[in-house]
């Protein structure tokens, strides 16, 4: 089975840089595009990374993702961190049969 | 405005049956996969199954194959998620998205998500 792991939590201070892993367990983690949601406690999640490196219309740019074959890991870094952006983030992508994968999630403090 | 809003908080008993809905507005309903996710108390989010509106096609996680069932009605624009007999470890939020770009693509948007309560 295909699996995501991503680090329980992360923290840094505001306006700093923090990049948080996606690795995936097994095939290459290149075969399908990854997407990155944040979701903020007590809120559906939304999009803030899709197609390995996308942002949608009205995520800063602050936020960017890339792919590392060499280690079969994605990561999502935000810059300039500010305290909105504390929140749970998810990786996501698909195994072999087309079937959705998530990673476990990672809580970003911004302390 | 693509918008997908599902239907309310459920609070049922174990054993009894229950749908929940995803209405879709602001696109065609057969152009784009649904997927719905669970989301237990305090946990991660579960990827659960996708149906392709145009066809009926459906694809579920093992995890949740034989326990629930995915459906849609083309007629209204609505997805559902349903249950024959729910467990009390069924207990959590659940939210459907929409796969703008095909069975393999992001998820978005995301409904508001129904909480579904099993308790005696």
């Known amino acids: 089975n295909f699996m995501l792991t991503q680090p329980h939590s992360v923290s840094e201070s505001p306006g700093k840089t923090v990049t948080i892993s996606c690795t995936g367990s097994?095939?290459?983690?290149?075969?399908?595009?990854v997407q990155w949601y944040q979701q903020r406690p007590g809120s559906a999640p939304t999009t803030v990374i899709y197609e390995d490196n996308q942002r949608p219309s009205g995520v800063p740019d602050r936020f960017s993702g890339s792919i590392d074959s060499s280690s079969n890991s994605a990561s999502l870094t935000i810059s300039g961190l500010k305290t909105e952006d504390e929140a749970d983030y998810y990786c996501q992508s698909y195994d072999s049969s087309y079937q959705g994968v998530f990673g476990g999630g990672t809580k970003l403090t911004v302390l | 405005e693509v918008q997908l809003v599902q239907s309310g908080t459920e609070v049922k008993k174990p054993g009894e049956s229950l749908r929940i809905s995803c209405k879709a507005s602001g696109y065609t309903f057969t152009s784009y996969w649904i997927t719905w996710v669970r989301q237990m108390p305090g946990k991660g989010l579960e990827w659960m199954g996708k149906i392709d509106p145009s066809d009926s096609y459906t694809n579920y996680s093992p995890s949740f194959q034989g326990h629930v069932t995915i459906s849609t009605d083309k007629s209204i624009s609505t997805a559902y998620l349903q249950w024959s007999s729910l467990k009390a470890s069924d207990t959590a939020m659940y939210y459907c998205a929409s796969l703008p770009g095909g069975q393999t693509n992001w998820f978005d948007p995301w409904g508001q998500g129904t909480l579904v309560i099993v308790s005696s």
């Open positions: 097994s095939g290459s983690i290149a075969s399908h595009y």
